[in-house]
T-cell receptor, first 117, second 113 residues
Framework: GESVGLHLPTLSVQEGDNSIINCAYS??????FIWYKQESGKGPQFIID?????DKRQGQRVTVLLNKTVKHLSLQIAATQPGDSAVYFC????????????????FGQGTILTVHP | EAQVTQNPRYLITVTGKKLTVTCSQNMNHEYMSWYRQDPGLGLRQIYY???????DKGDVPEGYKVSRKEKRNFPLILESPSPNQTSLYFC????????????FGSGTQLSVL
């Protein structure tokens, strides 16, 4: 079946380093991708998104790259800080047929990012 | 402050005892949904609602019920909880039918003994 997965379940970095979190997806019909951050004891929080007609999008300290050829998504965090320590989920959205414009959201398993001071 | 509020945060119950987890959002969002989060399985959608009185099954709806009588509230009902429903539950809302930019609640940790 269709799935969204991650190459690395855990990532440890030093404060100030750049972090790269990877995600592979298998549904070529996905037209929208999102990264969420989940801190301990909290719900997932939207970080950044990208549409399938783009290959790069930048936010504040974060960049998402989309490679549709190999169905790969990555999240880059610049100058990683201890406050960035969390679980990061990629998610893909596929439009559901039927005229409702509803998007089916599928989450990846998550990567644990640990930032050491 | 824009938020999705779930209650309770923690709940321990016994098999077969009906329970309700409440969810309320103050952003006037039309779209609301429930997810469960389990180790190794990630977040899976239970039910979703596109508007008042409009609900539909997600990927794992068995054993759950929902209702959407008001726009702001979307309670999750377990009529007869079983141990395999022990999980971390999240309610979410969005202004978009496409499910862009979901706002999540803080979660409800449910243990069914």
């Amino acid at each position: 079946g269709e799935s969204v997965g991650l190459h690395l379940p855990t990532l440890s970095v030093q404060e100030g380093d750049n972090s790269i979190i990877n995600c592979a997806y298998s549904n070529s019909a996905s037209d929208y991708f999102i990264w969420y951050k989940q801190e301990s004891g909290k719900g997932p929080q939207f970080i950044i998104d990208i549409r399938s007609n783009m290959d790069k999008r930048q936010g504040q300290r974060v960049t998402v790259l989309l490679n549709k050829t190999v169905k790969h998504l990555s999240l880059q965090i610049a100058a990683t800080q201890p406050g960035d320590s969390a679980v990061y989920f990629c998610a893909e959205i596929v439009a559901v047929a039927g005229g409702t414009s509803y998007g089916k959201l599928t989450f990846g398993q998550g990567t644990i990012l640990t930032v050491h001071p | 402050e824009a938020q999705v509020t779930q209650n309770p945060r923690y709940l321990i119950t016994v098999t077969g005892k009906k329970l309700t987890v409440t969810c309320s959002q103050n952003m006037n969002h039309e779209y609301m949904s429930w997810y469960r989060q389990d180790p190794g399985l990630g977040l899976r959608q239970i039910y979703y609602s596109m508007n008042v009185e409009v609900t539909d099954k997600g990927d794992v709806p068995e054993g759950y019920k929902v209702s959407r009588k008001e726009k702001r509230n979307f309670p999750l009902i377990l009529e007869s909880p079983s141990p395999n429903q022990t999980s971390l539950y999240f309610c979410a809302s969005s202004a978009y039918a496409t499910n862009e930019k979901l706002f999540f609640g803080s979660g409800t940790q449910l243990s069914v003994l």
